[in-house]
């Protein structure tokens, strides 16, 4: 058998994302409490003289990129580049989250490239190097890195760890159609720009009260102070999203929110329970709807 390495990394909820005004760059200073739930991408990294990467998975991967455009083959590149490795690697992808989802599948696939070929070319590079090298790839590459819960701040890349106890329970409805996070950064500018939206936070900050209640283990008090600032937007690009949160809601859901940029929908329970009961309603009503849970580890090798 060809010696490999597989690596698992998970997807990511905001529980809570606020977003800055936009900067000369055209990008955005956020404050985002990241959650990583259990729906995990994994990676096979096999020895190969070029880099290639081959693409499945539970969800439609037909607008992944199985080319250099891939991040995954970007991070292959970058820790073959920073070590001088002059081989490549040969990368399959096996995708569980939603594509363009907003959930963190593509640098959920970077963070485990990152990892599975540190072990393959036998680079130790440690988790501080690794962490550099996420922060080139894309503003959640760092967190799924991480995992757990964590704050960040900047782009969403500076982190630090935030203390959560047991566990969360989330009920996840993918949408057919994925969202672009430029379009929905966009819409967000033109809405603010319009005042239709009013007031822009100057330094974005997370709410000390999520934060108690992620201490607390306290899914009702969490579910008071989730907020994400991109919703708005995402909603107004796709107007059909607002019944599915309203139909969770009326179905037992603390709360629901649009997971990050959208389209993908999240809804906290109030225990394992209550979102086996929530899964089977929406299932009900044809909607696809997964239980997760959360903190879990951030990309981690697995045995063969």
């Not at 490999?4 to 900067?23: D, I």
């Not at 096979?44 to 539970?58: K, L, Q, R």
């Not at 890349?157 to 329970?169: E, N, T, V, Y």
């Not at 107007?239 to 993908?264: F, H, K, N, Y």
């Amino acid at each position: 058998m060809t010696p490999g390495v597989r690596v698992r990394a998970p997807g990511k909820l905001n529980l809570f994302f606020e977003v800055g005004g936009v900067q000369d760059d055209g990008y955005h200073d956020v404050a985002s409490a990241y959650q990583a739930v259990s729906l995990y991408e994994e990676v096979w990294a096999t020895p190969s003289d070029e880099f290639t990467v081959a693409i499945s998975g539970t969800v439609d991967v037909t607008t992944v990129p199985a080319d250099d455009r891939n991040l995954a083959v970007r991070a292959a590149r970058l820790v073959a580049q920073r070590i001088g490795h002059d081989g490549g690697v040969h990368l399959d992808i096996v995708k569980n989250v939603p594509v363009a989802g907003g959930m963190g599948g593509g640098s959920a696939d970077a963070a485990a490239a990152l990892v599975a070929c540190d072990a393959l070319w036998g680079a130790d590079l440690g988790s501080g190097e690794l962490h550099k090298l996420a922060t080139r790839l894309g503003a959640d590459v760092p967190f799924a890195l991480m995992g757990g819960t964590a704050i960040g701040t900047g782009r969403g890349d500076q982190l630090s760890p935030a203390l959560a106890k047991g566990r969360f329970d989330w009920v996840i409805v993918p949408a057919d159609e994925g969202l672009s996070t430029p379009e929905v950064y966009a819409q967000l500018d033109a809405l603010r720009a319009r005042h239709d939206i009013v007031g822009v936070p100057g330094v974005p900050d997370v709410a000390p009260a999520v934060l108690q209640a992620l201490r607390a283990g306290d899914a009702v008090a969490l579910a008071e102070h989730t907020r994400n600032d991109l919703q708005v937007a995402a909603l107004s690009l796709r107007p059909e999203l607002r019944d599915v949160l309203e139909l969770g809601e009326e179905s037992g859901a603390l709360t629901g929110m649009v997971s990050g940029s959208g389209p993908t929908l999240a809804f906290l329970a109030a225990d394992a329970e209550s979102a086996l009961e929530l899964q089977v309603t929406l299932s009900a009503a044809g909607l696809q709807a997964l239980h997760v849970h959360g903190p879990v580890p951030g990309a981690r090798v697995l045995p063969n």
